[in-house]
């Protein structure tokens, strides 16, 4: 497909995602993956993870603030020994990604979009972000990737203000 339809097609899943009505009813209370929490301790995520029956650990001593529960593909992003970052990274495809961003929409408003697109070799990786406004101290991140054509959806949930914007980043998906 040549570069200008893909980014065509790219530009027009972002209109649509853009554009989705607000008809629904009130969303449930959001999911955060893991059950973990922007904001809490360490310890506590610890505790969490292990009530849980899962592993939670440093991803490397040259990257002391990146943990992964292990084999549940979730990173926690930890600063000042406080969760500051939750990242969740699953298959997924656009009617996955249009349905997770219309939820996170009747919560939180309106998502700006940033579409993004490059080449490294001769892998094409294109990625498409809605960011939602900061709702009781907490942001979302909902992406849908494409890294040589395989489809991904990231799901940030970050603590506004906490760890600096590293903290808005993606974070290791371990597992």
Request: charged share 15%.
């Amino acid at each position: 497909m040549p570069k200008f339809l893909r980014l065509r097609k790219i530009a027009a899943i972002a209109a649509t995602v853009s554009f989705i009505g607000l008809t629904q009813g009130v969303a449930q209370e959001m999911s955060l993956p893991g059950g973990f929490r922007p904001g809490s301790s360490l310890d506590e995520a610890k505790h969490h993870a292990a009530s849980q029956g899962w592993k939670l650990v440093s991803l490397s001593a040259e990257q002391p603030s990146s943990w992964i529960v292990w084999d549940q593909k979730i990173g926690l992003h930890v600063c000042d020994n406080i969760v500051g970052g939750i990242s969740q990274s699953i298959p997924g495809d656009v009617d996955q990604f249009a349905r997770t961003v219309f939820e996170h929409q009747r919560e939180r408003g309106q998502p700006s979009v940033q579409i993004v697109t490059f080449a490294t070799g001769s892998i094409r990786i294109s990625n498409i972000d809605a960011r939602f406004p900061v709702k009781d101290g907490v942001g979302v991140v909902i992406q849908l990737g494409s890294t040589g054509g395989e489809l991904a959806i990231s799901s940030h949930y970050y603590a506004e203000g906490r760890c600096s914007a590293e903290n808005q980043a993606s974070v290791p998906n371990g597992g």
